[in-house]
């Protein structure tokens, strides 16, 4: 099992920036890509980011790309995401999300689900 804690969020004002972290624990989460995913209110769980488990490769919804970049540090058994400019539509629940082999947008890919952290920004 893998457990996945969030933090890093509150609230902020347009344009404005947030480092989300997610520390994992419990069995490792190497050779598992890591991703970061967003619900809204009344609206689907959507995804952001994600990274290989090597770091080197990167995948972003085009609603954040240029401005959000996510990372990892396996020592640390750590993701961030770097958030910049931020807009009131970033607003909603962001989770981390691990056990994928693969680089992918798709939620059932990720078996492994941290509670999220709420983003607010504020106009």
């Known amino acids: 099992q893998v457990q996945l804690v969030e933090s890093g969020g509150g609230l902020v004002q347009a344009g404005g920036s947030l480092r989300l972290s997610c520390a994992a624990s419990?069995?490792?989460?190497?050779?598992?890509?890591m991703a970061w995913f967003r619900q809204a209110p009344g609206k689907e769980r959507e995804f952001v980011a994600a990274?290989?488990?090597?770091?080197?490769?990167?995948y972003y919804a085009d609603s954040v790309k240029g401005r959000f970049t996510i990372s990892r540090d396996n020592a640390k058994n750590t993701v961030y995401l770097q958030m910049n400019s931020l807009k009131p539509e970033d607003t909603a629940v962001y989770y981390c999300?691990?056990?994928?082999?693969?680089?992918?947008?798709?939620?059932?890919?990720?078996?492994?689900w941290g509670q999220g952290t709420q983003v607010t920004v504020s106009s």
């Open positions: 990274v290989s488990w090597q770091g080197d490769s990167t």
């Open positions: 999300a691990t056990g994928s082999r693969v680089l992918t947008e798709r939620r059932s890919n990720y078996a492994y």
């Open positions: 419990g069995r490792t989460f190497n050779f598992y890509a």
